[in-house]
């Protein structure tokens, strides 16, 4: 690709997801630009807007050579009735909903203004949805003057060293001496890991994921959504199933992903009847211990609610960094999203409820919910 600074910005286009006629000039920008993700590819764009069949919005920044030098995925969503769910739970046209970050990627400050401008006019057109904008970037809004920014949430991110012969130091030496402690715990059971390609691993596999959401009272996604990222993301070596496992039965597994310089581990299922033997501390270790070798820089163990300090200590223990995600809004919403969707707010009743569901019926409840969130 040319260096985009050297030419004149032409124009801005917004393709429709059934037009395939830019996908691979858009996916070799993302794998060039320095906040590109694996959300941002096509492929991942697919699988999304698959579980609800919105539409998806993809703005294109174009040089007078027609090369990309900006792109802007954005999905629509349905929303919930009676406005359940507050902002999150509204309808949104969202980059990208449903998932951790997204936004803008721009070759130059003018070029995002371009991209701002054109996602504010695609709004325009739908008002009765908010635009939303997931970022680790904290300047967005000096864009664009419309934005109004929130910070959402916290990321943990753990650095790897870049010598694999290096011994992998997680936090300080307690922190350290405990996941050793659990470690040797997990292989003195007899547990063991592997990567898998297996789909009838992924079906059990996603049983005890199912079990893991319902326990933490939150909805699951779908058995199709794992399926699709499946057929499109392993064979380009952007998808593992890492698996733990004792005599041959899955104690626990995780979903990871895998994109420049890092792993991100993105969903996990666990057996509760064995967490004794400490099968999510091996399936990190492994999962971290083979990064490294192959020379990948950080391992993203993912995004935290607020209040939920036990999730955000076991992060935290591996030594990860805190990383600030934000959320961008137009318009500016007379309700922040702290009274929203999110770990821990259920009542007691609904928890209740939710407890005595079969995990068949959890499942469509979590297959409606995605296709509306």
Same mark, same amino acid.
């Given at each position: 690709?040319?260096?985009?600074?050297?030419?004149?910005?032409?124009?801005?286009?917004?393709?429709?997801?059934?037009?395939?006629?830019?996908?691979?000039?858009?996916?070799?920008?993302?794998?060039?630009?320095?906040?590109?993700?694996?959300?941002?590819?096509?492929?991942?764009?697919?699988?999304?807007?698959?579980?609800?069949?919105?539409?998806?919005?993809?703005?294109?920044?174009?040089?007078?050579?027609?090369?990309?030098?900006?792109?802007?995925?954005?999905?629509?969503?349905?929303?919930?009735?009676?406005?359940?769910?507050?902002?999150?739970?509204?309808?949104?046209?969202?980059?990208?909903?449903?998932?951790?970050?997204?936004?803008?990627?721009?070759?130059?400050?003018?070029?995002?203004?371009?991209?701002?401008?054109?996602?504010?006019?695609?709004?325009?057109?739908?008002?009765?949805?908010?635009?939303?904008?997931?970022?680790?970037?904290?300047?967005?809004?000096?864009?664009?003057?419309?934005?109004?920014?929130? &910070?959402?949430?916290?990321?943990?991110?753990?650095?790897?060293?870049?010598?694999?012969?290096?011994?992998?130091?997680?936090?300080?030496?307690?922190?350290?001496?405990?996941?050793?402690?659990?470690?040797?715990?997990?292989?003195?059971?007899?547990?063991?890991?592997?990567?898998?390609?297996?789909?009838?691993?992924?079906?059990?596999?996603?049983?005890?994921?199912?079990?893991?959401?319902? &326990?933490?009272?939150?909805?699951?996604?779908?058995?199709?959504?794992?399926?699709?990222?499946?057929?499109?993301?392993?064979?380009?070596?952007?998808?593992?199933?890492?698996?733990?496992?004792?005599?041959?039965?899955?104690?626990?597994?995780?979903?990871?992903?895998?994109?420049?310089?890092?792993?991100?581990?993105?969903?996990?299922?666990?057996?509760?009847?064995?967490?004794?033997?400490?099968?999510?501390?091996?399936?990190?270790?492994?999962?971290?211990?083979?990064?490294?070798?192959?020379?990948? &820089?950080?391992?993203?163990?993912?995004?935290?609610?607020?209040?939920?300090?036990?999730?955000?200590?076991?992060?935290?223990?591996?030594?990860?960094?805190?990383?600030?995600?934000? &959320?961008?809004?137009?318009?500016?919403?007379?309700?922040?999203?702290?009274?929203?969707?999110?770990?821990?707010?259920?009542?007691?009743?609904?928890?209740?409820?939710?407890?005595?569901?079969?995990?068949?019926?959890?499942?469509?409840?979590?297959?409606?919910?995605?296709?509306?969130?």
């Amino acid at each position: 690709m040319n260096n985009p600074l050297n030419n004149k910005i032409n124009k801005t286009i917004t393709y429709l997801s059934k037009d395939k006629s830019i996908d691979e000039q858009w996916d070799t920008f993302i794998k060039q630009h320095p906040e590109g993700t694996l959300f941002h590819l096509t492929d991942y764009l697919s699988c999304l807007q698959s579980e609800s069949n919105e539409e998806l919005y993809k703005i294109t920044c174009v040089d007078d050579s027609n090369n990309i030098v900006g792109i802007f995925p954005l999905l629509s969503t349905k929303g919930f009735p009676l406005g359940i769910g507050g902002l999150v739970g509204s309808s949104r046209l969202s980059s990208l909903p449903r998932t951790p970050t997204g936004g803008p990627l721009a070759a130059s400050s003018e070029i995002m203004m371009r991209l701002l401008e054109e996602s504010i006019k695609i709004q325009n057109q739908h008002p009765t949805k908010t635009l939303q904008i997931k970022s680790f970037l904290d300047n967005i809004e000096m864009h664009s003057k419309n934005l109004y920014k929130v &910070h959402w949430r916290d990321s943990y991110i753990t650095s790897l060293p870049k010598d694999p012969n290096l011994e992998i130091k997680f936090g300080d030496s307690n922190n350290h001496s405990t996941i050793k402690r659990c470690i040797k715990k997990a292989i003195k059971n007899g547990l063991t890991t592997r990567y898998t390609e297996d789909k009838k691993d992924l079906k059990y596999w996603f049983g005890l994921y199912l079990d893991t959401m319902k &326990h933490h009272v939150t909805p699951a996604r779908s058995l199709s959504y794992f399926e699709n990222l499946w057929e499109r993301l392993i064979p380009q070596g952007y998808m593992k199933l890492i698996v733990a496992e004792q005599n041959n039965k899955i104690l626990a597994g995780s979903v990871l992903f895998y994109f420049k310089d890092t792993v991100i581990y993105a969903f996990n299922g666990s057996d509760r009847n064995y967490f004794e033997f400490r099968p999510n501390d091996l399936l990190h270790w492994t999962a971290i211990e083979d990064a490294v070798k192959q020379n990948y &820089h950080y391992y993203d163990l993912g995004e935290v609610s607020k209040n939920n300090d036990g999730l955000a200590k076991y992060k935290k223990k591996w030594g990860a960094d805190i990383v600030p995600i934000y &959320h961008y809004y137009f318009p500016q919403p007379d309700k922040l999203e702290f009274d929203s969707i999110d770990e821990g707010e259920a009542s007691k009743m609904k928890k209740k409820i939710w407890n005595v569901l079969p995990l068949s019926v959890t499942a469509q409840i979590g297959k409606w919910v995605y296709s509306r969130l």
